[in-house]
């Protein structure tokens, strides 16, 4: 299958986006004695993704707005740091929404439970629409760091602050959902098939705006908080993997 966009505007496009809207994000004071406490986990959902054909995106909205934006909203005192991640990869991964979160063990196991008896979830699963559910993540001393889902590559400095960062990101997206489709209590009495409809073209209207707006709304704010330095652009990657 033919990449979407060439590879040099869609690293352009990635690297881009995981500057935006830092300053959207409340400040998190996160002391170095939480790292012995808790720990970073995962929700993994595996999405069918048939061949030669494009990914559907839109299924992380449904899933961001309908499942976790409740249980983020339920507990946001004890998840300090949460954010998503979007990828999809023509290998063993395939495509897949994560929701990464820091918190301790026994909340961990709360939402892992909200989530495998969401309703939603079981319906998405039995349309054939989810692939699979992962739950990752462990009670060790590294798990706890906060630098642990960061790049390695990175300073350590940003390694540490790049949580909170992209936290705030992941915000302002589930934000930009939350706006623009409007009262959810209809929302919620629609059939599957017909829910998935409503997110695929709310998902094509976010996607306006982001395309629209976002080199000044985002890009532009975000140059100005560092100074409005330039930025290195160095690789070149697919924007189906990101």
């Known amino acids: 299958m033919q990449h979407i966009l060439s590879n040099a505007l869609s690293k352009i496009l990635l690297t881009l986006t995981c500057l935006i809207v830092a300053?959207?994000?409340?400040?998190?004071?996160?002391?170095?004695?939480l790292e012995s406490e808790k720990y970073w986990w995962r929700v993994k959902f595996r999405f069918v993704w048939p061949q030669d054909t494009f990914p559907d995106f839109y299924?992380?909205?449904?899933?961001?707005?309908?499942?976790l934006r409740p249980i983020i909203d339920a507990h946001k005192a004890e998840l300090e740091l949460w954010r998503f991640h979007r990828r999809a990869a023509r290998d063993k991964a395939g495509h897949?929404?994560?929701?990464?979160?820091?918190?301790?063990?026994q909340m961990a196991d709360v939402i892992h439970h909200k989530i495998e008896s969401d309703k939603l979830i079981t319906a998405m699963v039995d349309n054939a629409t989810i692939e699979s559910i992962h739950f990752t993540g462990a009670k060790t001393a590294n798990n706890s760091l906060l630098s642990a889902t960061s790049d390695t590559s990175w300073p350590l400095e940003i390694q540490k602050s790049w949580p909170s960062f992209i936290m705030g990101t992941?915000?302002?997206?589930?934000?930009?959902?939350?706006?623009?489709?409007?009262?959810?209590?209809?929302?919620?009495?629609?059939?599957?098939?017909?829910?998935?409809?409503?997110?695929q073209n709310l998902n094509s209207?976010?996607?306006?705006?982001?395309?629209?707006?976002?080199?000044?709304?985002?890009?532009?704010?975000?140059?100005?908080?560092?100074?409005?330095?330039?930025?290195?652009?160095?690789?070149t990657e697919s924007l189906q993997n990101f």
């Open 59 to 67: 299924y992380h909205a449904v899933v961001a707005d309908q499942v």
């Open 170 to 199: 992941s915000q302002s997206w589930l934000d930009l959902i939350v706006q623009m489709r409007g009262d959810d209590n209809d929302i919620k009495q629609l059939a599957l098939n017909d829910l998935l409809t409503f997110y």
């Open 205 to 235: 209207e976010v996607t306006t705006q982001w395309t629209q707006y976002g080199r000044h709304a985002y890009f532009h704010h975000i140059n100005a908080v560092f100074g409005y330095q330039p930025v290195y652009i160095r690789e």
């Open 96 to 105: 897949q929404f994560s929701f990464i979160f820091y918190t301790d063990k």
């Open 23 to 33: 300053s959207c994000a409340s400040t998190t004071q996160l002391s170095e004695s």
